[in-house]
């Protein structure tokens, strides 16, 4: 599968079920075991989507 599928696939399948883990780092370890790559990886594709979307302004120090 193409990496920018997979990433697509990880984002989406937190923003749907956040609000059925009881915490973030739990439902990135859920969906990056289902998907074959680190809790990491998924955790960063979403902060990513996230800034790139205007959801999050990154500190500007």
Do not use: F, N
């Not at 599968?1 to 915490?23: G, Y």
């Not at 205007?54 to 500190?59: A, I, K, L, N, T």
């Amino acid at each position: 599968m193409p990496k920018k599928t997979l990433r697509s696939q990880a984002v989406r399948l937190v923003a749907e079920h956040r609000s059925e883990c009881s915490s973030e780092r739990a439902l990135h370890i859920q969906v990056a075991d289902s998907r074959g790559v680190s809790r990491d990886s998924v955790r960063r594709w979403v902060m990513q989507y996230e800034v790139d979307a205007g959801q999050v302004v990154r500190d500007q120090r």
